[in-house]
């Protein structure tokens, strides 16, 4: 797992209140971690951390589905 995908998952586990670590690829939806309440404290966990702005217009599951595709969107926020 690298550096970044690391912090991704200390702020989905902070989020989320679990202590468990998903696997890279495992959906935080159908797990558990996360569900549509959570969603915008994890963005604006990430807006901090990553210094990035996130559209509300992008709070969407699937863009958030798992520590992978949150990297590859933060891929894209560059």
Known sequence: ????QD???QLVKKVSKKS???SPDESLFESGYLD????????AELEE???VKIPDSDLSPRKFDS????EAYLDGQG
Not at 1 to 4: D, F, L, P
Not at 36 to 43: E, Q, R, T, Y
Not at 67 to 70: D, G, M, S
């Open 1 to 4: 797992m690298s550096q970044r």
């Open 49 to 51: 951390q990553f210094s």
């Open 67 to 70: 520590i992978e595709r949150i």
């Open 20 to 22: 468990e670590t998903p």
């Open 36 to 43: 549509s309440f959570a969603l915008p404290d994890l963005v």
């Open 7 to 9: 912090l991704i998952l």
